[in-house]
């Protein structure tokens, strides 16, 4: 601590005295590098050359083991994001899922009006940053920061600062302030269309032994609604949500642990009655997000049997299924199987889709481009290792599966219904799909002496740091009379 | 809109000021669309991002001031934001530019002018700014509105008098009962924000106010949310039915998509709890809080880091949130590792009997993971597994012997820091395996390791046989090694030689002890003790005994949970970066307020209770460092208040079976005030590494029992990543009435 408040000193960051309040203290974006891409303070007890902090601790520190730093009075909340960090700062209490929640927010606006959020399309935009910034978060409290509204009055384009633009602009602040801040009252579109896409991710946890430690669904609905005026939506779902866990089991619909929805959802109606109903903003948004952990159907099924061959080789059968109906079929399933890390080939052979050893990341991976339900794979193989004398540390990695399937929810949800409801009283059509999917947290873990033996390895350079003193052996007991 | 990439990229090059003036002076003329101007512009807000000063500009970057384009506008607003406070010679020239802005027809022109003037915190502006900023609180726009709202907050930290007396704090107070939802959460924001400066007017919302916030709420947006929940934390329920009121509206925001209203719902529900009468309602509460912060889990790495770390408070406070949802908390093999970290704290918590296998395959699943901090946190999981389920402590002894097989230093090392613990929570049933750890002996290079198995040696050295070897090997580098080994090898030498007082061996060994640590030693703690210890054996071996090996306190798991009255406190602060660190927020941030549950006759009488007062209004100060968190002893001044020392008996001199020492005068009489200082260095030794309850084992052996020890945490940020060492030992607080929290407590009321 000494050395950091000499640090705050000789940069001159020691700050006037400060009250406690929630907010954010300043907005900074950086690269990889350490460069600083947009800063902006909202408060004047800080200076820009905070950003040197920042660097030195968090940039260039190798192993950073927080989200959140406090140096001195000053907390800093990062996230990354593809190149960039987005960091926000603040001297006081603050609250920190909001700050969090902010930096997600700011990054998901910055998709939507550049495409995408990275060094390139930062620098390429940063005035318009600023002037978004700007508008969303005022002294440190983040104001509206609905999209759609933002892009009625914060555009690339120039708008010229003339009496004609009055009227529009009330509309415009009327909106951004109103109840409905997230929809703009003059919609139109020719033909009427909501599309509603069930996205269902399935985590997994599976032990070496094939039993089930951990398995659930994270849900989302999303929702792309093309609709003219003000409509009013109601949606209805085969669920039921648990509250109780003894009430487990007592009904045929599915049942969800929890659900949240966006902020156009009435919550006061879902409370008493369970009906979504909702006015949605233009265009795509999350509607909901569910997680479901009882009955849930894992629709990939892996059989990893790895066996070690003297000390120079291990070999591999993994068998993945399909467990669905055949109808339907999965896609874009890729294995990913490691290897010891003194690996110096291994050899698969697969019937379906190709495999491939990836030296670099110590993985086999294995690539089916297509599944048919019902269907069953196995890859054969061997990797050869190599006589090491010092052996790295490793822990044995899971076997991840990432995997597609159309028109199949792990968790068993069905949408019963989405009705429209508007003044005009048009005829709408909607579309439902769902879409099951693992990525990254579908993870069998795998087992076999072979990765013991590594670890047991460690102790032989260990032995060279024994005790100055005599060596002792060990001790026995005398036994209790 | 959203396709048009910008082009900007080019002008994130360094400028020098005067080629940017002559750019922008050659851009008066031939401007026709301002093209040039917002060029130059453009190049000058990238150096003010790069940290270029280009606070010598300001004259001609407010020339630009006339251009009617709002583009340049904002850029020009943006150089005042920057630099205006250090230009307060020059910024006159802009004011009335503002003021004549802060007049537009435009409802965005009048709001972008109040906003940027009140960003600019001087005299000169503030001043100007006080008439228009009355009008902006009253404009037809509520976009202007909202805005004025947040201004008075700013104008507020410029200068708090002035402020008040201009008589905006009323208008702000008006402000809360507005018709639009935006400008009323704008307005508790700012008012929140005033009322938590340490010299700002106080503010608590009625029963009718609350109300009305309420019905804002439900048309807010979800930030708005958030400063209106936060704004209720300021209204205290004089009955429990109108907390139960508060609470049944709001429940509704816990199925909210965003983290930041879910937790402040929950900050919100567990204050007003303690205010409340109606099991039933409390129940649903509990349950209704659970499924959303697992949910958070699925949201990014550092929206779950928050949620998890507020989880180990809630769960100790409110086992009943979580109490069957310990499989969300298991690692998966790519989570950030300060994810997993967080769970693997939560997961022995939530063990019980009938899940306590699946936690335990988990632990020693992460036990052979690569980052070492987790591995060694993961035993020691394993090692509180055992101490707080009775049924578990079979397993998990097999699974450590498993896991010292390894031979993997550290996690031996772990492993026996973790089994002492279990010796003594159930003595007598795994002695079996001392052997094992003896023979591992070698391995152990860091001190608390070393200390542990000495301390087993020790403690059961009438059941090891080669005991007198083992010891004597152990003291072979005593004066290298370091304080907490020395200390742990004399309470063990003594206990030898109580067992064991006609060996020969074992006699030489506690002589050779002895007189190391009192002649040899700089330490006082050291030899203190050892003087203790030799006058102890000197005046009567068989008492010496009796003390040196009386019946140790059984050790729970419950010090690791945090006694009642400081989780209320500290919950106060839920979802805030206090309740990341577990300190309560004046500790680490200077000038915050302290916060305590306010009194009311619906307070709870056990909440009451355990209540920790807020400490007086201290003095402003300087330093930050002032004192500990309340539930700690402040830390101690060795050097103003040293407690009275107790008067000596008769100092006896070493006889019979212990070798005499050629005690020189001087050694004596430094002795009689060094006796002083030990008999508070027992009561105060924390040992550098003490964690609870559990380790201040020197001390009991000295004292018989438990002596109350305290962490002297004087640097709030010692703690802060020390996933384990951050508990409050329960005795601290008892002081203040609180009590050992126990597993089977009614924590509902």
């Known amino acids: 601590m000494e050395v950091l408040d000499r640090l705050r000193v000789a940069r001159g960051l020691v700050a006037r005295p400060r009250p406690a309040g929630s907010p954010t203290t300043a907005f900074f974006i950086f690269n990889q590098k350490g460069e600083v891409l947009i800063s902006r303070l909202y408060r004047t007890d800080l200076k820009r050359s905070i950003a040197d902090v920042f660097r030195i601790h968090v940039v260039s520190n190798i192993d950073v083991r927080a989200p959140i730093i406090t140096m001195g009075s000053a907390s800093f909340f990062h996230v990354r994001v593809n190149n960039l960090y987005v960091m926000a700062v603040t001297k006081n209490n603050a609250n920190a899922a909001l700050v969090f929640e902010f930096c997600y927010r700011f990054i998901s606006i910055a998709k939507s009006y550049f495409g995408k959020i990275d060094e390139e399309?930062?620098?390429?935009?940063?005035?318009?940053?600023?002037?978004?910034?700007?508008?969303?978060?005022?002294?440190?409290?983040?104001?509206?920061?609905e999209t759609d509204t933002l892009k009625t009055y914060i555009t690339t384009e120039s708008i010229r600062a003339s009496p004609a633009a009055v009227e529009e602009s009330s509309k415009i602040t009327s909106q951004a302030t109103g109840a409905i801040s997230w929809r703009r009252p003059d919609v139109k579109y020719k033909k009427n269309e909501a599309f509603v896409d069930v996205v269902e991710t399935v985590n997994l946890i599976m032990s070496a032994k094939g039993s089930v430690l951990r398995a659930d669904v994270d849900g989302h609905i999303l929702m792309r609604a093309y609709l003219t005026g003000t409509p009013e939506c109601k949606f209805g779902l085969n669920d039921k949500l648990v509250i109780d866990q003894s009430e487990r089991g007592?009904?045929?619909?599915?049942?969800?642990?929890?659900c949240q929805f966006h902020q156009c959802v009435r919550l006061n109606e879902f409370d008493s009655d369970r009906t979504i109903s909702f006015i949605p903003p233009d265009g795509e948004f999350e509607l909901m997000k569910y997680r479901s952990t009882s009955n849930v159907n894992l629709p990939i099924k892996v059989i990893p049997t790895i066996t070690e061959v003297g000390t120079s080789q291990v070999t591999y059968i993994v068998s993945i299924r399909a467990t669905f109906n055949s109808k339907l079929s999965a896609t874009n399933v890729v294995l990913r199987i490691p290897t010891p890390l003194n690996t110096t080939t291994a050899e698969c052979k697969v019937q379906n889709g190709k495999a491939k050893y990836m030296p670099a990341e110590n993985v086999i991976v294995w690539k089916i481009p297509r599944m048919q339900g019902g269907q069953e794979c196995t890859l054969s193989g061997t990797a050869q290792l190599t006589a090491t004398t010092h052996r790295q540390a490793w822990a044995r990695p899971p076997i991840d599966v990432d995997f597609q399937v159309l028109m199949f929810t792990a968790s068993g949800l069905l949408v019963r219904f989405l009705k429209v409801f508007e003044k005009g009283n048009y005829h709408s059509i909607k579309w439902v799909r769902y879409l099951t999917k693992a990525n990254g947290g579908y993870q069998i873990r795998t087992i076999s002496n072979v990765w013991m033996s590594f670890r047991s390895c460690l102790v032989m350079c260990r032995a060279i740091f024994g005790r100055k003193g005599r060596t002792t052996s060990g001790a026995s007991l005398i036994p209790r009379n | 809109m959203s396709g048009q990439a910008g082009q900007d990229a080019k002008f994130f090059q360094r400028g020098k000021i005067q080629e940017l003036r002559a750019e922008l002076h050659a851009a008066e003329a031939k401007d026709k669309k301002f093209v040039k101007r917002k060029t130059v512009l453009k190049k000058i807000v990238a150096n003010i991002t790069m940290g270029n000063d280009m606070s010598p500009l300001f004259p001609d970057v407010v020339a630009c001031l006339g251009t009617p384009l709002l583009e340049i506008k904002k850029m020009v607003y943006l150089f005042l934001v920057s630099y205006g406070r250090t230009k307060p010679d020059q910024i006159q020239m802009v004011i009335p530019s503002f003021l004549q802005d802060c007049a537009d027809h435009n409802p965005l022109i009048r709001a972008l002018a109040i906003r940027t003037m009140s960003y600019i915190p001087l005299p000169i502006v503030t001043e100007s700014l006080t008439d228009p900023l009355r009008h902006a609180l009253k404009d037809r726009d509520p976009y202007v509105r909202k805005t004025a709202a947040i201004c008075v907050a700013k104008v507020y930290m410029a200068d708090p008098r002035r402020t008040e007396r201009a008589g905006f704090v009323e208008m702000l107070r008006d402000l809360m009962l507005d018709a639009n939802a935006t400008v009323v959460s704008n307005a508790v924001a700012a008012l929140v924000e005033i009322s938590e400066r340490h010299d700002g007017v106080a503010f608590k919302v009625n029963y009718t106010v609350a109300n009305?916030?309420?019905?804002?709420?439900?048309?807010?947006?979800?930030?708005?949310?958030?400063?209106?929940?936060?704004?209720?934390?300021?209204?205290?329920?004089?009955?429990?039915?109108?907390?139960?009121?508060?609470?049944?509206r709001i429940v509704v925001n816990l199925q909210h998509s965003n983290s930041a209203v879910i937790l402040t719902t929950i900050k919100v529900l567990l204050y007003l709890m303690n205010y409340m009468e109606n099991r039933k309602l409390m129940d649903y509460i509990c349950k209704k809080m659970g499924p959303p912060l697992v949910t958070m889990l699925s949201s990014g790495p550092e929206v779950q880091y928050v949620a998890l770390r507020n989880i180990l408070l809630i769960v100790q406070r409110r086992p009943a949130v979580l109490k069957n949802d310990v499989k969300v908390f298991f690692c998966k093999y790519n989570d950030p590792i300060y994810v997993k970290l967080a769970k693997l704290e939560i997961m022995y918590r939530l063990a019980r009997d009938e899940n306590f296998g699946e936690v335990l395959a988990e632990l020693q699943e992460y036990a052979s993971e690569v980052d070492i901090d987790f591995v060694r946190k993961a035993v020691r999981s394993i090692g509180r597994l055992a101490i707080k389920v009775e049924s578990a402590a079979d397993q998990c002894i097999e699974t450590l012997?498993?896991?010292?097989?390894?031979?993997?230093?550290?996690?031996?090392?772990?492993?026996?820091?973790?089994?002492?613990?279990?010796f003594r929570r159930y003595p007598g049933r795994y002695e079996r395996v001392i052997p094992t750890l003896c023979e591992n002996m070698d391995v152990l290079d860091e001190p608390e390791s070393k200390a542990a198995i000495i301390w087993v040696i020790g403690q059961f050295a009438n059941r090891i046989d080669n005991a007198d070897e083992l010891l004597d090997d152990l003291v072979y580098n005593f004066m290298e090694e370091p304080t907490e080994v020395q200390l742990a090898l004399l309470t063990a030498v003594v206990k030898l030689f109580i067992y064991k007082s006609?060996?020969?061996?074992?006699?030489?060994?506690?002589?050779?002890?002895?007189?190391?640590?009192?002649?040899?030693?700089?330490?006082?703690?050291?030899?203190?003790?050892?003087?203790?210890?030799?006058?102890?054996?000197?005046?009567?071996?068989?008492?010496?005994?009796?003390?040196?090996?009386?019946?140790?306190?059984?050790?729970?798991?419950?010090?690791?949970?945090?006694?009642?009255?400081?989780?209320?406190?500290?919950?106060?602060?839920?979802?805030?970066?206090?309740?990341?660190?577990?300190?309560?927020?004046?500790?680490?941030?200077?000038?915050?307020?302290?916060?305590?549950?306010?009194?009311?006759?619906?307070?709870?009488?056990?909440?009451?209770?355990?209540?920790?007062?807020?400490?007086?209004?201290?003095?402003?100060?300087?330093?930050?460092?002032?004192?500990?968190?309340?539930?700690?002893?402040?830390?101690?001044?060795?050097?103003?208040?040293?407690?009275?020392?107790?008067?000596?008996?008769?100092?006896?001199?070493?006889?019979?079976?212990?070798?005499?020492?050629?005690?020189?005068?001087?050694?004596?009489?430094?002795?009689?005030?060094?006796?002083?200082?030990?008999?508070?260095?027992?009561?105060?030794?924390?040992?550098?590494?003490?964690?609870?309850?559990?380790?201040?084992?020197?001390?009991?052996?000295?004292?018989?029992?438990?002596?109350?020890?305290?962490?002297?945490?004087?640097?709030?940020?010692?703690?802060?990543?020390?996933?384990?060492?951050?508990?409050?030992?329960?005795?601290?607080?008892?002081?203040?009435?609180?009590?050992?929290?126990?597993?089977?407590?009614?924590?509902?009321?």
């Open chain 2, 212 to 248: 009305k916030l309420l019905v804002a709420l439900g048309e807010s947006s979800e930030w708005g949310q958030i400063y209106i929940m936060d704004a209720l934390m300021t209204f205290i329920p004089q009955e429990s039915k109108d907390a139960e009121f508060i609470a049944d």
């Open chain 1, 250 to 258: 007592m009904s045929d619909a599915v049942e969800l642990d929890d």
């Open chain 2, 502 to 749: 006609q060996s020969d061996t074992s006699k030489e060994i506690v002589h050779k002890v002895l007189k190391w640590a009192t002649e040899d030693v700089d330490n006082p703690d050291l030899r203190d003790r050892g003087f203790m210890y030799w006058r102890l054996l000197a005046i009567n071996p068989a008492n010496a005994g009796e003390i040196v090996l009386a019946d140790k306190p059984p050790i729970t798991t419950d010090s690791d949970r945090m006694d009642r009255g400081s989780l209320d406190q500290l919950l106060l602060h839920t979802g805030t970066l206090g309740s990341i660190y577990h300190k309560n927020p004046e500790t680490f941030i200077r000038h915050s307020k302290a916060k305590a549950l306010p009194e009311s006759p619906a307070l709870n009488e056990k909440s009451r209770a355990v209540l920790i007062p807020l400490p007086p209004e201290a003095l402003p100060s300087t330093v930050i460092n002032v004192a500990g968190p309340p539930p700690n002893p402040p830390p101690r001044d060795q050097a103003t208040a040293p407690p009275p020392a107790p008067p000596l008996p008769d100092r006896p001199r070493p006889v019979s079976n212990v070798p005499k020492v050629n005690a020189t005068p001087a050694t004596d009489s430094a002795g009689e005030l060094e006796e002083a200082a030990a008999s508070e260095g027992l009561l105060d030794n924390t040992d550098g590494g003490g964690e609870g309850a559990s380790d201040d084992e020197g001390d009991e052996d000295l004292i018989g029992t438990a002596s109350a020890t305290g962490h002297a945490v004087s640097d709030p940020y010692a703690n802060l990543d020390g996933a384990f060492g951050t508990y409050i030992s329960p005795e601290s607080s008892s002081g203040q009435g609180g009590r050992r929290p126990t597993e089977d407590d009614d924590l509902l009321f």
């Open chain 2, 401 to 422: 012997l498993s896991l010292i097989e390894t031979k993997v230093t550290y996690v031996v090392q772990e492993a026996i820091i973790v089994i002492k613990d279990i």
């Open chain 1, 121 to 145: 399309s930062v620098k390429s935009n940063f005035v318009l940053i600023y002037e978004l910034i700007d508008e969303i978060i005022d002294f440190g409290y983040p104001q509206n920061s």
